[in-house]
């Protein structure tokens, strides 16, 4: 059982529409992050969230953080080829443990 | 900086055999992290270290596996003996501190297959 579901597991949209990427969890997490990943490199962190219901935005990505801290969102707007990749978010567990989603393969077609 | 550095960057080895992948840290990150990643189970945690010490191997999943942090600037896990179902892409991170605010930095990952 995984301790972050993530929703879909799979998209394919093309270019220029735009995306949302959920991450759900039962448990509390003290802060959640975003990483992508592509073939055969490691995961690369995006943005970390700390506060209930805050939202951070890194150029077309929007993060979301639940106000409960259980859950969070990642909308993409305007989507590009560019944005084609593995995105995993991960809930920190007390002070070090990082836990992941099983990740969404996002693909944007030309 | 060079980022995390692990080595080999392929590892095909024989059942039986025993494995050795290895870690260096980014200078000055004091929390190494050890994971492994399946299509089937995603990337789990194997086990962490904070100052060279280990904290938590509750993913370790079988006395087959083994790591080591004999200093600030190096890692090993070992598998010994080695089995099909051992096959993934096993990544080391490292972070600089506890903070929540901290990222974690991942190297490139060793893909492993035991034939």
């Known amino acids: 059982t995984q301790l972050l579901e993530q929703s879909p597991q799979f998209l394919s949209i093309q270019e220029g529409e735009n995306l949302t990427v959920y991450c759900n969890s039962s448990?509390?997490?003290?802060?959640l992050q975003w990483y992508r990943q592509e073939p055969g490199e490691g995961p690369v962190l995006l943005v970390t969230?700390?506060?209930?219901?805050e939202v951070k935005k890194l150029k077309r990505l929007t993060f979301q953080f639940g106000d409960a801290r259980k859950d969070s969102s990642l909308h993409i707007t305007a989507a590009q080829p560019g944005d084609t990749g593995l995105y995993l978010c991960?809930?920190?567990?007390?002070?070090?443990?990082?836990?992941f989603g099983q990740g969404t393969r996002l693909t944007i077609n030309p | 900086d060079a980022g995390v550095i692990q080595s080999p960057r392929h590892e095909v080895t024989e059942m039986g055999q025993e494995v050795t992948l290895r870690c260096k840290p980014i200078?000055?990150?004091?929390?190494l992290f050890w994971y492994r990643q399946t299509m089937m189970r995603g990337l789990e945690l194997l086990i962490y270290f904070n100052n060279n010490v280990p904290i938590d191997d509750s993913g370790m999943p079988e006395d087959r596996f083994s790591a080591k942090m004999p200093n600030a600037s190096f890692s090993t896990l070992k598998i010994q003996p080695s089995e099909p179902r051992d096959s993934a892409v096993y990544f080391c991170?490292?972070?600089?501190?506890?903070?929540?605010?901290?990222?974690?930095?991942f190297g490139s990952g060793t893909r492993l297959t035991v034939v």
């Open positions: 969230v700390v506060t209930g219901g």
């Open positions: 991170a490292s972070r600089r501190g506890t903070g929540t605010n901290y990222g974690y930095t």
């Open positions: 200078s000055g990150h004091n929390s």
């Open positions: 991960a809930g920190i567990q007390g002070a070090q443990k990082l836990v």
């Open positions: 448990s509390v997490f003290s802060s």
